[in-house]
């Protein structure tokens, strides 16, 4: 007879307790209630739940910077929540932030180094050992450098800073090579060059929302994607209902009505890149109502007097009393803020429309100001890499060197240019000029798959580093990044294999790079900034002093940067604020409708579609999940005879793709709006073959002044097509039907 | 036997309990509430919700114990959209505790809206019969992707097929508060020591949490605001979450 | 024991006659058999009002007090409120008391039935298998002092149609 | 009819008992396709669901009441007609009751017994039901008594209880003419049956009173469970369900249902079972002009609905009403309108009321209209309450549809058994309704 094993053995009596059992639980159920009525409801006083364990690190699914807290249990990482000492995020967290266990356990890791084996882009890998993967990388980056072809070696990775970006540096510079870029799509060019021309700094200041009575935004979904979302809507909740009786006053701008516009107090919609036009107009009524009085009031005169409200209405579709009464408002309710993103950044003249909103600004006077914009003082370490984002035009540059053979070896990481960059770039057929292209990824994704050797690296939930937040809250501050739980496949963290990669090629590399743990090194860089920066207390060593950083997640500094006085921009600067009409891609007639790609708050520019709470989690605005769609106004579907679920294509100079029709009220008549993230090939099986990528259909149009991508500058028309399908969404009917749902009073606008 | 004519007097009261040890209440700040949805995936997270997939969803089978709901309010260009988290209400007179045949939801002394997992027969009653419809049922058993599995929260239950359940107010933290509080010596939960997942992650702090019991805590305090109300108020199931309505601006 | 003498009937109307000119003889031990029921017939056996109504009344009431005492008793096993509800809550358990009453009412009226019948019959009486189509019978039992001829006689004059002598007893 | 001729008491016997005793070949066609459909349609799929879990049906978080449950009331509101009618015309005294009563209470006990087992589907764990009876478990807990789940629990098992003891005792002496027609292991399992029943003056009066105690008993009953199963809509808070007038709603409506069905199942016993000397015009044109009533009633009850869901102007109760007029499924209201409401009006004429194919058509399209009926109440209010956020729709899966579809096969199968098993009418109470045997006239 076979044995019974325990489990058996315990099905044996739950199923004969039903019949035969009854009476002998009759007479225990009278004795023991709690205990058999409530296990797992209440869990009986003897009962010890397991200690969880914290560790704080930080939030790298985007660019924010936040800290977090990870629960781990038994060694496993079971939540992350907000790291509440962290000043960034003060404990709270986004969706994507939370959704980090999902990459972390995702099963779509790769596993194990893999070399490929068959035609580029078959998919076809062999598994490979670590040895051999960093042998035969080391070799060929060693012959390189032998031959003193170091300059042929690239990296290209996502928006890494601090030491990690300080690594990669040293590196690429002891390899001889200065061709070290980050892409990152959600990089906001545009806001550094506007904010270099108005402020003479390339970098983003501190926008007091918190203290602000009036944020006026030019399509900056703050509280959505913009920059640093979860500070800026706990800023936002404070300005709401945080200050007693003063509740400050959204307003937002654009042609599709965002997270943020949802939530301001008016939504006006202008032509898709007249923002930086309708700034003037206000601009212009600012200064001919006498709301500004500074020394270099004559010259501001000169630059406003083109864009007189009746000019600006004109070009922008906004009435002439809005204007005025939005420029009233704002200088009246001041300290009030003017900022500029979201789809302003994404047209031909975005640099010039975010320079006449930081004009607002600085006509406003809350340059420096709480409430206003507060310029940030020197960071912990310097923040380089800014300066490394590689914008649309200079990847073009990095695409020419790889038609042209320039570039031997290309190493990616963290970055996916196949997915985030439009096939106008012709990014794929300059890889056939690349002879090894090198992909440091945790994830299969498009350019990983077409990579010829892949080195799985851990995710920045297993993995040392460090971070200092941009922009930053004020006050310098740096935090940790520290694993929180071992290893899940075989895989090394970055650092750990730039190190060993330098110990491989050997030369003056090792001794750039004398490390063989990133620990170690994070350590030695940190030793500095307890040297210089932390007042030396005899008691605490530098022990005590990282334990206690890693401890609390993150290093602050009592320390505010003096105010800089912007009495007075020159007069070239003023000269220089001038904001042109956007051009299009396309023709109007052929190309009725401008389309808008948009980032969502779910899957940013497409990083996190391959974690699964994330596809299933509705989209904000219309609840969609786990598909891409196409957003029209009613009235256009009505015209064109459009419903929800019709499949439509949408054809740009550039391309086709096809996409199921959403009819969305609030997006001007005469544009449509997609989704960006879904329409990954590879990416693993949540993401896999879902959608489309909006970014395929655009035309390379550039910024005319940074020469960044234009992406929301391509005209487009939309066909009906036979096809039709349900699009799968939680909401059902999104009207109140006079139903107090939401307060009594809400119904009126 | 005076005992006894006591108790017989309190079975026959209705409302049962004369006071709750503790009155779990939560206000919703719908003028801080962006709709953001960063609590949906905290309670996944906390509460081990399933990843029911594709399918599951297009058969509108999504267990969401908390869910953002929204309304467009006007037409274009002079149109909101307007969010409301919609979760279990705990309501003090349930309507969804009492059709439930096996007593598998019921009423605890900390005025929650308990479900027993493991009583549960699926009669899916207390769906039907909840106005707010939070009540999410297990029509499959989910499987987590393997290692998805390791994320999962030991101190909440996998649920399998048949089995209803619904937001708990995360009963897993209030317990571990209370052993916290009794560890140190104390006989209560402090005001703020209880964060159900959703409000920990809520970026705008548009989430309170906290006892009703004590007048000074600030949910009590919360819901004296002007702007509350409960949804449905008009039903009496006496919800304990009260909502702040959108403020209009002063400016 | 003396045999029992059973006659058969074709037509109802001799058959009740015979029955009463047999009572009227003072022969007590008689049964009749029909296949239908016949009201005549009671009356001659004697039977007025029945027993089992005394079964139905109190199979009710205990049913309906059951009832309410099973809802409270389950109730009161654990305490576990619901709906801001009474623990003992009047309008539901009534209810249950309604559906126990009539529960228990039937079933004890059908104890009643069986009790009152004497079925189900343990043992083999007279009997003839004509009697469940289209024949009435009628079964005499004799005391020491009663003539069995003298039955006989009075049945086969009332237009018997046949007369069998039988061992069982009634 | 004039060519009629009452047939004597030993043809009675003769012609009833030939139903059960005599089994022809198409009779056994016609089970084994019944029971295969039963099979096929009804339990595999439920093995399947059992298997996969609850979602193999169209149910969702949108409407989590399905075809099961409304299959359910359909056929509890099948149930209701046959022994109620049976006992309140027992009490009146109608004679024209006695050929029918059997069959019509065979189908309640059949019907009822479907009903039952759609809530065994109906479950999410079935293999837990018994906790909700009340008997020890493992988990130590007691049903909630409050719950109108369990007032059905109790409802629907003294129901069946008590009709299936009716049905019992009223056969009891036609057990025993059985017994005598019959021989070998059929006999010796009708002498048990038929508990040696002799027929003597004791044992009628017996039987005469417990029967009567037993209709006493069983009309209320009748009444309050479909009462009962009103509630479970009625007491929840959803708009379009929780009415006052449901119970008598629900009450009439399933006597309406019933009624149909004891004339479609008196049309194919009287064709199959060659029993047209027994079952007769009289009892088609007093069915008739029952459903003529019920079918005024219940008109007047949706009429109802509607005034007051027009004339409350509630959000609620006004969208409800507009959804189930005009929604997704009006074409389904529409049709149950016309097939409950309006083509009964045609009973009226004495023609149709004496035709039988016609009459079989119109209880056909009565009990099709009645089961949209059920199948409107969850598909039209409960995907649509509160929070239209939360707004959802509901159509069946195949399963659900094949389950409907096999469940009026087992139901026949269930008949069929029956008819093999007890005479199918009522042998010593049709012979009460001859002319009596007596030699001076």
Redesign the interface.
């Given at each position: 007879m076979n044995k019974i094993s325990r489990r058996d053995f315990l099905k044996f009596i739950g199923a004969g307790s039903i019949g035969a059992g009854a009476g002998l639980l009759y007479g225990k159920s009278t004795k023991k209630t709690v205990e058999l009525l409530l296990p797992q409801v209440i869990p009986p006083e003897d009962y010890s739940p397991g200690i969880a364990t914290w560790y704080n690190t930080i939030c790298q699914q985007c660019g924010a910077g936040c800290g977090i807290s990870v629960r781990t249990r038994e060694g496993r990482a079971k939540k992350i929540e907000g790291n509440s000492n962290h000043p960034v995020n003060q404990g709270r967290l986004c969706a994507m932030g939370q959704a980090g266990l999902n990459a972390l356990y995702n099963p779509d890791r790769i596993k194990s180094p893999l070399k490929r084996t068959g035609e580029r882009g078959n998919n076809s890998f062999t598994e490979i050992s670590w040895d051999e993967a960093l042998t035969t990388l080391g070799s060929r980056l060693g012959n390189l450098k032998i031959q003193k072809h170091g300059d042929s070696v690239y990296l290209l990775t996502g928006g890494v800073r601090g030491h990690i970006d300080k690594l990669f540096a040293t590196f690429m510079e002891a390899m001889g090579s200065d061709n070290y870029f980050h892409y990152d799509f959600t990089h906001p060019f545009a806001l550094y060059e506007a904010n270099r021309i108005i402020f003479g700094e390339e970098i983003i200041p501190y926008y007091d929302i918190n203290n602000a009575n009036y944020v006026l935004s030019f399509g900056a979904d703050y509280l959505g994607t913009w920059i640093s979302p979860v500070h800026y809507s706990l800023a936002y909740g404070h300005l709401r209902q945080g200050r007693g009786n003063q509740r400050g006053k959204c307003v937002q701008i654009e042609p599709r009505m965002s997270l943020t516009g949802a939530n301001a107090d008016e939504w006006i919609t202008c032509l898709p890149g007249t923002e930086g036009l309708l700034a003037m107009g206000l601009a212009h009524v600012i200064m001919n109502d006498g709301g500004y009085t500074g020394s270099d009031q004559n010259e501001w005169m000169q630059a406003v007097t083109p864009y007189s409200p009746s000019v600006v209405s004109r070009q922008t579709g906004v009435e002439v009393r809005d204007i005025t009464r939005l420029a009233h408002e704002f200088m009246k309710h001041q300290p009030g803020l003017a900022i500029g993103g979201g789809h302003t950044e994404g047209n031909t003249n975005a640099v010039a429309s975010l320079t006449a909103i930081n004009a607002l600004n600085y006509l406003s006077g809350n340059l420096g100001k709480p409430g206003g914009i507060i310029f940030n003082p020197e960071p912990a370490f310097p923040n380089m890499s800014i300066k490394r984002q590689a914008n649309y035009t200079q990847m073009l540059e990095l695409i020419t060197a790889m038609t042209n053979k320039g570039v031997d070896i290309l190493l990616v990481h963290n970055t996916n240019p196949v997915f985030n960059l439009p096939p106008a770039a012709k990014f794929i057929e300059a890889l056939h000029g690349v002879p090894l292209l090198v992909s440091l990824s945790s994830f299969m994704d498009e350019t990983t798959a077409l990579a010829d050797l892949v080195l799985p690296t851990h995710t920045y939930l297993e993995a040392w580093g460090d971070d200092i937040p941009e922009p930053g809250v004020g006050f310098p501050i740096a935090s940790i990044s520290q694993p929180v739980v071992k290893p899940v496949y075989n895989t090394q963290s970055i650092g750990d294999i730039i190190l060993a990669l330098a110990h491989q090629i050997g030369g003056e590399l090792p001794v750039a790079l004398p490390w063989t743990q990133t620990e170690d090194y994070l350590k030695d860089s940190w030793k500095k900034i307890y040297q210089e920066r932390t007042p030396v207390d005899a008691t605490a060593g530098f022990d005590d002093f990282w334990k206690a950083a890693l401890m609390s997640g993150v290093w602050g500094e009592n320390k505010t940067r003096p105010l800089i006085k912007f009495d007075r921009l020159s007069n070239n600067q003023i000269q220089k604020i001038h904001v042109s009409q956007p051009s299009f891609a396309g023709d109007e007639k052929d190309y009725p409708f401008v389309l808008l790609p948009y980032l969502t708050q779910t899957f940013y520019d497409g990083r996190g579609a391959n974690l699964p709470w994330l596809q299933e989690l509705p989209d904000p605005m219309t609840s969609i999940v786990y598909s891409s769609w196409v957003e029209l106004n009613p009235k256009t579907a009505n015209r064109l005879g459009i419903s929800e679920g019709d499949v439509l294509e949408v054809q740009s100079i550039a391309g086709t793709i096809r996409a199921p029709a959403f009819l969305y009220p609030a997006i001007r008549p005469d544009v449509i709006a997609m989704p960006i993230g879904q329409g990954h090939s590879h990416y693993g099986r949540y993401a896999q073959n879902r959608g489309v990528n909006p970014m395929t259909i655009l035309a390379p149009e550039v910024d005319d002044t940074n020469g960044a991508l234009a992406w929301s500058a391509t005209r487009v028309r939309i066909t009906k097509t036979e096809e039709r399908i349900r699009i799968i969404k939680t909401d059902g009917v999104t009207r109140t039907l006079g139903r107090q749902i939401l307060g009594n009073n809400s119904v009126h606008t | 036997m005076g005992k006894m004519r006591d108790k017989l007097k309190q079975y026959l009261k209705p409302g049962y309990y004369e006071k709750y040890d503790y009155h779990w209440g939560m206000t919703i700040d719908l003028d801080r509430c962006t709709g953001c949805e960063a609590c949906v995936v905290a309670c996944q997270a906390e509460n081990n919700l399933p990843i029911v997939g594709e399918k599951r969803f297009k058969e509108r089978r999504e267990i969401k114990w908390l869910r953002v709901e929204r309304y467009w309010e006007g037409e274009y260009p002079n149109i909101k959209l307007r969010f409301i988290p919609m979760l279990c209400q705990h309501c003090d007179q349930a309507p969804c505790e009492t059709p439930c045949p096996v007593a598998a939801t019921y009423h605890n002394q900390d005025g929650l809206n308990t479900q027993i997992y493991n009583r549960c027969i699926g009669t899916r009653t207390c769906a039907v019969y909840c106005p707010y419809e939070v009540r999410y049922f297990n029509w499959f058993t989910y499987k987590w992707d393997e290692p998805l599995e390791q994320q999962l929260n030991p101190d909440v239950t996998v649920r399998e097929k048949g089995v209803m359940e619904k937001c708990t107010f995360c009963i897993q933290r209030i317990r571990q508060a209370k052993d916290h509080a009794k560890d140190d010596g104390r006989r209560r939960v402090r005001d703020g020591e209880v964060t159900p997942a959703c409000v920990q992650s809520c970026p705008t702090k548009a989430m309170v949490f906290g006892d009703l019991n004590d007048p000074n805590s600030r949910v009590s305090k919360m819901y004296k605001n002007p702007r509350g109300y409960k949804v449905l108020e008009e039903l009496n199931t006496l919800p304990k979450i009260v909502y702040l309505k959108k403020a209009d601006s002063d400016v | 024991m003396a045999k029992n003498i059973m006659a058969l009937f074709q037509y109802q109307d001799d058959f009740l006659n015979a029955a009463r000119k047999l009572k009227a003889s003072g022969f007590d031990r008689i049964s009749l058999m029909t296949p239908i029921p016949m009201h005549d017939a009671e009356k001659i056996a004697g039977l007025d009002k029945s027993p089992v109504r005394r079964f139905s009344l109190i199979g009710a009431i205990l049913g309906g007090l059951s009832g309410f005492a099973m809802a409270t008793a389950c109730a009161l096993v654990f305490i576990l409120p619901t709906g801001g509800r009474a623990i003992i809550t009047f309008p539901p358990f009534l209810v249950i008391s309604y559906e126990m009453t009539i529960l228990i009412g039937v079933l004890s009226t059908l104890l009643g039935f069986h009790i009152v019948s004497g079925l189900p019959a343990w043992r083999d009486k007279p009997y003839r298998m004509e009697t469940s189509i289209d024949r009435f019978s009628l079964v005499v039992g004799f005391d020491p002092d009663d003539d069995p001829a003298l039955a006989e006689k009075i049945m086969r004059d009332a237009g018997a149609e046949k007369i069998i002598q039988v061992e069982k007893p009634e | 009819m004039s060519d009629y001729r009452e047939p004597?008491?030993?043809e009675v016997?003769r012609d009833i008992l030939r139903t059960l005793l005599e089994t022809g070949s198409r009779y056994w066609i016609v089970f084994g396709i019944t029971a295969t459909i039963a099979i096929v349609c009804f339990y595999i799929p439920w093995i399947y669901q059992w298997h996969?879990?609850?979602?193999a049906s169209?149910?969702?978080?949108?409407d989590?009441?399905g075809t099961y449950l409304s299959n359910f009331i359909f056929w509890i509101g099948l149930s209701h007609s046959g022994t109620l009618l049976s006992a309140v015309l027992h009490i009146t005294r109608s004679g024209w009751r006695k050929a029918i009563y059997r069959s019509a209470e065979a189908m309640t006990l059949f019907s009822l017994m479907t009903a039952a087992f759609f809530v065994l589907i109906?479950?999410?764990?079935?293999w837990?039901?018994?906790?909700?009876v009340?008997?020890?478990?493992?988990?130590?807990?007691?049903?909630?008594?409050?719950?109108?789940?369990?007032?059905d629990?109790?409802?629907i098992?003294?129901y069946l209880?008590?009709s299936s003891?009716f049905i019992y005792?009223g056969s009891?002496?036609d057990y025993?003419?059985v017994?005598?027609?019959s021989t070998g292991l059929r006999r010796r399992l009708y002498t048990?049956f038929s508990?040696?029943?002799?027929?003597?003056?004791?044992?009628?009066?017996?039987?005469?009173?417990?029967y009567t105690?037993?209709a006493?008993?069983?009309i209320?009953?009748a009444v309050?469970v479909h009462s009962?199963v009103s509630w479970?809509f009625a007491?929840?808070?959803?708009p379009g369900l929780h009415h006052t007038i449901f119970a008598p709603y629900f009450v009439c409506g399933a006597i309406y249902s019933g009624t149909a069905g004891i004339v479609t199942v008196m049309y194919l016993l009287r064709r199959c079972l060659n029993l047209e000397r027994y079952i007769r015009e009289i009892h088609l044109d007093n069915l008739g002009k029952l459903l003529i009533a019920l079918s005024l009633i219940w008109a007047y009850i949706n009429i109802l609905e509607l005034f007051t869901g027009w004339y409350s102007g509630s959000?609620?109760q006004y969208?409800a009403l507009t959804y189930k007029l005009f929604g997704y499924y009006a074409p389904l209201y529409w049709e149950m309108i016309l097939f409950c409401a309006f083509i009964p009006q045609l009973i009226f004429w004495k023609k149709i009321r004496s035709s039988w194919n016609i009459m079989f058509v119109i209880s056909i399209l009565i009990n099709i209209g009645m089961l949209t009926e059920r199948f409107l109440i969850v598909s039209t209010s409960?995907p649509?309450?509160?929070?239209?956020?939360?707004?959802?729709?509901y159509f069946p899966s195949l399963v659900e549809i094949s389950i409907t579809i096999g469940s009026f096969a087992l139901f026949a199968t269930l008949f069929l058994i029956f008819i093999k098993w007890t005479p199918c009418v009522s042998i010593?109470?049709v012979?009460?309704t001859l002319k009596?045997?007596?030699?001076?006239e």
């Open positions: - | - | - | 004597t008491y030993a016997n996969v879990g609850l979602g169209g149910q969702s978080r949108s989590v009441w109906h479950l999410g764990r079935v837990f039901v018994h906790w909700s009340p008997v020890p478990n493992q988990m130590g807990l007691w049903p909630n008594f409050r719950s109108p789940l369990l007032f629990v109790m409802a098992t003294t209880t008590a003891i005792m009891v002496p025993a003419a017994r005598d027609a048990i508990f040696g029943w002799r027929g003597t003056a004791r044992e009628w009066h017996t039987l005469g009173w417990a105690f037993f006493v008993f069983v209320p009953l309050s009962i479970d007491m929840s808070l959803v959000s609620f969208e409960l649509r309450k509160f929070l239209p956020n939360a707004f959802g729709f010593y109470e012979k009460e009596p045997l007596r030699r001076v």
